[in-house]
Nanobody, 119 residues
Framework: QVQLVESGGGLVQAGGSLRLTCAAS????????LGWFRQAPGKGREFVAA????????NYADSVKGRFTISRDNAKNAVYLQMNSLKPEDTAVYFC????????????WGQGTQVTVSS
């Protein structure tokens, strides 16, 4: 099993930046990938970005392309989400998820971190 803990959320003005961190512990050596998801009030959880644990390849939701960057540090068992040019519509609870194969869903989640972007 893997345990995930997110941090780095907060309140920021539109146009500002935040960096989220997801710290992984436990069975990290066989992870396939980690991803960031978000859930705004009254909405479902949506995909933001994901990174392959072994080769670092990444993909993004169209809504964040060019503004957000996902990266990982295998030595520190951490994944980061650098968020620039934040918009009020980015306001949500951001969750880190992990999966062990490309054909498996994200089965492990952190507790989430709140990001609030004021206009």
């Amino acid at each position: 099993q893997v345990q995930l803990v997110e941090s780095g959320g907060g309140l920021v003005q539109a146009g500002g930046s935040l960096r989220l961190t997801c710290a992984a512990s436990g069975r990290t050596f066989s992870m396939y990938g980690l991803g960031w998801f978000r859930q705004a009030p009254g909405k479902g959880r949506e995909f933001v970005a994901a990174v392959n644990w072994s080769d670092g390849s990444s993909n993004y939701a169209d809504s964040v392309k060019g503004r957000f960057t996902i990266s990982r540090d295998n030595a520190k068992n951490a994944v980061y989400l650098q968020m620039n040019s934040l918009k009020p519509e980015d306001t949500a609870v951001y969750f880190c998820g992990a999966r062990y194969a490309s054909n498996l869903g994200y089965g492990y989640w952190g507790q989430g971190t709140q990001v609030t972007v004021s206009s």
